[in-house]
Nanobody, 115 residues
Framework: QVRLVESGGGFVQPGGSLRLSCAASGSAFSPNLMGWYRQAPGKQRELVASITNGGSTNYADSATGRFFISRDNKKNTMYLQMTSLKPEDTAVYYC?????????WGQGTQVTVSS
């Protein structure tokens, strides 16, 4: 059974940085696509950034230039380095992994940006 475990969320002041991690386990196959999504209160879940197993990346406009996604295929772990954080980045951040045609989700980690 595939399991995704996020870590690294927390409280940070505007302009600060956080690094999120997502560790995948339970599959003999490395996810072909992994991504970070977020959901703020009262809003729909949205894509923040994604990365293929070949290292190709895609970012939402709101994340471009501030967030950086990476993955370690040997460890089946994905990261999101978030810099210059803004209050509007406050949300629950979810890890997503696609293995063949099946999508898996983590439980989410809260990121709060506030002064």
């Amino acid at each position: 059974q595939v399991r995704l475990v996020e870590s690294g969320g927390g409280f940070v002041q505007p302009g600060g940085s956080l690094r999120l991690s997502c560790a995948a386990s339970g599959s003999a196959f490395s996810p072909n696509l992994m991504g970070w999504y977020r959901q703020a209160p009262g809003k729909q879940r949205e894509l923040v950034a994604s990365i293929t197993n070949g290292g190709s990346t895609n970012y939402a406009d709101s994340a471009t230039g501030r967030f950086f996604i990476s993955r370690d295929n040997k460890k089946n772990t994905m990261y999101l380095q978030m810099t210059s954080l803004k209050p509007e980045d406050t949300a629950v951040y979810y890890c997503n992994a696609q293995i063949f045609i099946t999508n898996y989700w983590g439980q989410g980690t809260q990121v709060t940006v506030s002064s």
